[in-house]
Nanobody, 123 residues
Framework: QVQLVESGGGLVQAGGSLRLSCAASGSILRINAMRWYRQSPGKTRDLVAGITSDGSTNYAESVKGRFTISRENAKNTLYLQMNSLKPEDTAVYYC?????????????????WGQGTQVTVSS
């Protein structure tokens, strides 16, 4: 099985910075696209940023210029550097990855989620 474990969340004042990490472990052959999502109470889980296996990135308009997504393929780890944080960035942040593994018969790609890490930005 595959596990994604996020870390790096916490409480920060507006204008501050945080760096989230997401480490993937398990029977991994290859990780394709990886993404960060966030969800606030009573709201939908929305895409924050994504990165392909070759490093191409995309961002939600609300975080462009403030957040940077990156990955370290050798460590199966995803990062999100968050700068100039605003109170509206407060949410639980989830990582998400398309992981390819060998089942013993077939090559399979499944999408996995981490458990989430809380980010709270005070005004």
């Amino acid at each position: 099985q595959v596990q994604l474990v996020e870390s790096g969340g916490g409480l920060v004042q507006a204008g501050g910075s945080l760096r989230l990490s997401c480490a993937a472990s398990g029977s991994i052959l290859r990780i394709n696209a990886m993404r960060w999502y966030r969800q606030s109470p009573g709201k939908t889980r929305d895409l924050v940023a994504g990165i392909t296996s070759d490093g191409s990135t995309n961002y939600a308009e609300s975080v462009k210029g403030r957040f940077t997504i990156s990955r370290e393929n050798a460590k199966n780890t995803l990062y999100l550097q968050m700068n100039s944080l605003k109170p509206e960035d407060t949410a639980v942040y989830y990582c998400n990855a398309d992981v390819e593994y060998f089942s013993g018969i077939y090559y399979v790609t499944n999408t996995y989620w981490g458990q989430g890490t809380q980010v709270t930005v005070s005004s």
